[in-house]
Structures are given as structure tokens and as C-alpha cells.
T-cell receptor, first 111, second 111 residues
Framework: NAGVTQTPKFRVLKTGQSMTLLCAQD?????MYWYRQDPGMGLRLIHY???????AKGEVPDGYNVSRLKKQNFLLGLESAAPSQTSVYFC??????????FGPGTRLTVL | GIQVEQSPPDLILQEGANSTLRCNFS?????LQWFHQNPWGQLINLFY???GTKQNGRLSATTVATERYSLLYISSSQTTDSGVYFC?????????????FGTGTLLAVQP
């Protein structure tokens, strides 16, 4: 089992460009999450999903969109990147009452 | 919402020493997890421990839910134990169905 995988691992964008981060999990988890981690701010929840076709806002959803068309995939989109979105992005998945498993992270820099 | 406090914020150990990390939370929880983020940024789930005691090798954890705290014990520390340790909590019956992360304990194990 690969667990939780993320694509890409690194990306540099210019302000105003768009991109999509892909998360995939092979553990049949219902719940999937996108977090961002910034120095001194800890882990902050952007969006999450409790099942295929559902999404919900977390603590810091502005500037991001998500989609969960398939149970195993959770996509995070940035429509118009801003320097404030420079961060490390982590995807995670879990059962409702179970351990949370994280992907390896995507380091995004917006110039 | 639930407040999560971890102590100490920083800890430096010599290899072979033991340590105890603490996580206090402000309300009742039915999901508590401990994570290790290594110096390369990878987040690993150590324990799912809403109550009771668990052990995994040199690591063990105890949660006393009635007193609203959890402890992570590291025995015979090794340099590979370095990194940040996070606890995260959730109350399924609460207003928010999302894990709340503490700010972490930064551990450095010196050879």
C-alpha cells in the first residue's frame, strides 16, 4: 500500500497563476483533508471531505477550492496564486474514528 | 472550541535520556492522537489514544481523559527521535468535527 501520496512535491508559481494539487489514498478512507503548515502557525485546516462528492470549509478556506469526485482522490486548487499562499501543503486521510495519515507534503512558493 | 496546550515547547536531550511530553486540553475529547514530524517534514502518526495506555517500542503514551491530559514518553532517546511532536484532539459531539492540533514540542536529541 502506498498510503497517502501527493503530487507534485515542489512547485514555484508566479502571482496570479493557477495550479492543482493532487492527493490520493489507497486505504479506503472516508475522510480526507488539506492542511497548510507555516512557521509559527502550526497546522491549519483548509478544506475537508467526509465522503465522495462532499466538501466542507476548514479554518482558512479563502483562495482555495477543492473537489472529491472519487473516494480515493482529493484535489486542492489555487485559482489565482498569491505570495501569502507560499506554504507546505499536507493532505491527510482517515476513517471517522481512526488514526490520521498524512501525505509527504507539497512545498509551494509563490513569487 | 477546544484549546490544546503542549509542554515543554522546546527540549534538548542527550542520546540515551528519557523524556515526557505533555498535552493538556480544555474540554472532553473522544479522539486524541500523537504525531512526530521529522526534520525532513514528514508527519507520522504515533498513537491513536483517546484513553488508556499504549506502547510501541521505546515510545508509550497515556491519556487520562477525565483529567484532560495526555503524556508521551520517549525512553532511551536516539537522534532519529528529533523533530516536532504534535498532539491533536477531537470531540465528535462538539461544534466542530475536526482535529485540533497543539503547537508542538520541538525535540532535539544530541549524540
Amino acid at each position: 500500500n502506498a498510503g497517502v501520496t501527493q503530487t507534485p512535491k515542489f512547485r514555484v508559481l508566479k502571482t496570479g497563476q493557477s495550479m492543482t494539487l493532487l492527493c490520493a489514498q489507497d486505504m479506503n478512507h472516508e475522510y480526507m483533508y488539506w492542511y497548510r503548515q507555516d512557521p509559527g502557525m502550526g497546522l491549519r485546516l483548509i478544506h475537508y471531505s467526509v465522503g465522495e462528492g462532499t466538501t466542507a470549509k476548514g479554518e482558512v478556506p479563502d483562495g482555495y477550492n477543492v473537489s472529491r469526485l472519487k473516494k480515493q482522490n482529493f484535489l486542492l486548487g489555487l485559482e489565482s496564486a498569491a505570495p501569502s499562499q507560499t506554504s507546505v501543503y499536507f493532505c491527510a486521510s482517515s476513517y471517522l474514528r481512526g488514526s490520521l495519515f498524512f501525505g509527504p507534503g507539497t512545498r509551494l512558493t509563490v513569487l | 472550541g477546544i484549546q490544546v496546550e503542549q509542554s515543554p515547547p522546546d527540549l534538548i536531550l542527550q542520546e540515551g535520556a528519557n523524556s515526557t511530553l505533555r498535552c493538556n486540553f480544555s474540554d472532553s475529547v473522544n479522539n486524541l492522537q500523537w504525531f512526530h514530524q521529522n526534520p525532513w517534514g514528514q508527519l507520522i502518526n504515533l498513537f491513536y489514544i483517546p484513553s488508556g495506555t499504549k506502547q510501541n517500542g521505546r515510545l508509550s503514551a497515556t491519556t487520562v481523559a477525565t483529567e484532560r491530559y495526555s503524556l508521551l514518553y520517549i525512553s532511551s532517546s536516539q537522534t532519529t527521535d528529533s523533530g516536532v511532536y504534535f498532539c491533536a484532539v477531537l470531540n465528535y459531539g462538539g461544534a466542530t468535527n475536526k482535529l485540533i492540533f497543539g503547537t508542538g514540542t520541538l525535540l532535539a536529541v544530541q549524540p
